[in-house]
């Protein structure tokens, strides 16, 4: 029997796989987001006066977490084929550096400043993280990659092609007079 060897390649999921950990996915987030908005309204009912600020507060952070979980549950959406077997599983939410990191990271930030409001509303400050976040993501993603990019290698066959350009665009200028 020979052993077993390890393979360098990762395996990839299936179809139902990646269904059902968008549901146990979406499942734990839609559970993070009562619990947070749960208790912050159980114990400011009980122990403060909600002010117009604390609601205004609450709010945009029902508004962020429902909005960031209507989009995960519609990108998971599966679609059936007539046979009754999953055909399409949508999006999978826990691929790294995908959109659905990006929207677990803001339920979760949005259900900690909401808990972190029941001690004071100076925590609503930590909403400058959103911003700083997404500066943050355009920088790796986007404009550093851009900027630092290695210079293209100049080859003998692509300084020909150069001569040759430079060459055609002589004569078009000549030709032009």
Known sequence: MAPATKSSKQATKGVKQISEENDLTLNFY?????????????????????????????????IINIGCYSFMSYTTQTKLAPSGQISYSGIDLNIEGGIGEHLKDLIILASGIQLLLILSNYCSLLWTLVPLRLLWVLWVNVVSPWIFAEPPVVTEKSKNKQRKFERKLARSVYRSY
């Open 30 to 62: 839609r559970n993070m987001i009562i619990g947070a908005h749960g208790t912050y309204l159980l114990i400011m009912s009980i122990f403060y006066e909600l002010t117009s600020v604390e609601i205004l507060l609450s709010v945009i952070s029902i």
